[in-house]
């Protein structure tokens, strides 16, 4: 009964993603309708949806940094809750838009809004579950985030743009219909001295009877190493070496070219000439992402973190090229299909790989005094490299054509193969032995470097 619980909370909990999902697969079957003249009054040029897709990621990453002070101070489920607010408004926005810039504030809104999620969704569930199950509570946001996707991808094809933009705005009221029943974090309540509450939310999540003694004690053992002074622990070697492999991570998972084709996959399938209908494959683009969840929550831990990097930056590598090269040779040869079977394999190796594992990895090489923080970091900084993606990939496409765009997306994904032999495997360490590890490989570079210095 409390696995089933907490599996409850963690799902409930986790729809956040789900909104995200959709504010981001929003872009791709709009984008059609809006230039058909079938979405508002007016039709935007291409640099104006270009703003469109991409000020969602640029609002995204307004909200990441102040998101730790906010979830600390008004709690994990309040802020959850409350942004739904926004969240709302900024559909309404895109809903009632009469001209460009409301559907442009819109996206902003909506993308600030649910750029919390990132962080917050991952916090709650690891802080409501317990060590055994945590690695399922937290691919918990990666399955709704994929199913968002998939929705607004199935009802963009098929209903109105108005009645489409109307769905999204309801999906947050069902959101916080479920999740105000939820419990907030035992760990806010025992940083805000509040141990009764805790216990109580505890005994929801563990059962009755559970001894929830060791837990309690635990929360406030971390409690109390975030009183340590902040700008000695960010400078420690291990952070800012943990700060490279994260940042680097976040920026390929963004280079590697996934939300321009999530924000343009619409219009990617139209300029391929398929033969099939491109909402119909940005649907099967959609139910492939969700599908390769599965593996890779069911994998990750008995295979390890790199070799699943490994293999997706080549198989992501060897897609892109097969694009380029449908692009620029093969375009008049009658193979319509192979597009769509790159981008598919695309899609699912990037899912198994670097659609996942670098949070994973960033909340597993952080010591917690300085995680939410880094988080904030690596999360806004994600966004960032998200909002110039999206930005920049109409432009190359319409200066330098698909074939070349996609064969620079292969030269990153390349780059992202070779960089994953510097990530360290964390599979089956605790953080102690993640952290000697960091140390060690630091005490090792600093050593070549005094040899060569002599």
Known sequence: MCLKRQYVAGLIGSLGALCLGMVMGWSGPAEMLIAKGKG??????SDEFG?????????????CLPVGYMAGVLGRKMVMIAILIPLMLGWLLITAATHVLMVQLGRYVTGASVGVYCVLVQIYCTEISEVKNRGVMGSFYQLWLTIGILISYTVGAYVPLFIFNIFSTVVPLVYFLLFIWMPETPAYYVQKGKTDKAEKALHWLRGKDADISADIQAISIEIKKEKVNIRKAMGRKTTLKGLGISITLMALQQFIGINAIAFYSTSIFEEAKTGIPSEVCTIILGIVGCIAVAPAIMFIDRCGRRIFLFVAAAVMCVMHFLMGAYFHWLRDKNVGWMPIL?????????SMGFGYLPWLIMAEIFAED???LCAAICGTLNWIFGFTVTKLFPICLSVAG?????WIF?????????????????????????????QANCRIKGASTIRLMI
């Open 51 to 63: 703003w469109i897709a991409s000020l969602m990621t640029l609002g995204a990453a307004s909200t």
């Open 342 to 350: 790159a981008i598919c394999i695309f899609v699912f190796a990037f």
């Open 410 to 438: 292969a030269g990153i994904a390349l780059l992202a193969f070779f960089f994953t032999f510097v990530v360290p495997e964390t599979k089956g360490k605790t953080l102690a032995e993640i952290q000697e590890e960091l």
């Open 370 to 372: 300085v995680k939410p």
């Open 402 to 406: 698909p074939a070349i765009t996609f």
């Open 40 to 45: 508002y009054s007016f039709v935007p040029t």
